[in-house]
């Protein structure tokens, strides 16, 4: 079994779109959409839920007013000051305190010293993930709650899930839509991986980002391909970026040229591969006649 995730250093670099063609042209695949902070895969492969699971990737932490004294020994040990004398009163004082839930950090603190026992901490549930059907195979996918946090758990939950799919189906490849950028839910998509193959695009900041992406994809000792998106905007730019892809030991499996009909595709709830005849499809068939080379060793 081999897991491939697609990164990008930044957004808009066409990333999934040019995953949902690669999954429409290896099925059967299991598909495991990591981008948990603004998941979009979904929209192209219209899969149909089987199971949904809340996410519990945090604490809540509550007082009880009708316990609460108002003694102040909370509010003096929060490092984060997320408690204030702002609750309402009860028999024994005018005011309680009361917990500002988006400055929490749900250290517990508060909890242990508290000599009336009135504060509880609780799981809290940050958001949601998905298992689901879709026309390539099954489909593990996720989102976060507005302004939640722990992605990088809710990521480590969904790639166990389509690891356990496609070992109980004898699937052999997991495509993995990495998040963009270099951060948490990169890192918990990157772990453990097989290979990542990298979507830029020639401009500046796709430059430097993809030398980012790459860098931490090679700390983790993953074999590591790119692929130049919308090259033809760019042809100059391109050439610098196999220039630099050459010097980090990195082949370049692809070149897909810019198309429009892609956007019009996005609408249509379809991949480029399958709205698209000719053309940026020739160009994505050849990537992943490549990239089926790198799959089977």
Known sequence: MKEIIVISGKGGTGKTSILA????????????????????????????????NDFLGGAKVEINPRLCTACGKCAELCRFDAISLTGVGNEKVKAT???????????????YFCPEKAIEMTDAVNGRWFVSQCRVGPMVHARLNPAEENSGKLVTIVRNRARE?????????????GAPGVGCPVIASLTGA??????????LSGLHDMKRVAELAGHFGLERYLCINKWDINPELTEQINEIAKEMD????????????????????????????????????????????????
């Open 165 to 177: 799919i496609a070992s109980k189906e004898h699937i052999e490849t997991i495509l993995v839509d």
């Open 21 to 52: 063609s690669l999954a429409v042209l290896a099925k059967p695949v299991v598909v495991a959409d990591c981008d948990v902070d603004a998941a979009d895969l979904h929209l192209l492969l219209s899969p149909e839920v089987l199971e949904s």
């Open 97 to 111: 305190y009361q917990v500002d839930p988006i400055a929490c950090e749900g250290c517990g603190v508060c909890v």
């Open 250 to 297: 990195i082949s370049v499996l692809g070149k897909v040229r810019y198309d429009s009909a892609i956007t019009q595709a996005q609408v249509e709830n379809l991949s480029a591969i399958e709205y698209i005849t000719g053309g940026v499809c020739d160009d994505i068939r050849q990537l992943w006649s490549e990239l089926a080379d790198v799959i089977r060793g």
């Open 194 to 203: 097989d290979i990542a193959l990298i979507i830029t695009e020639p401009t």
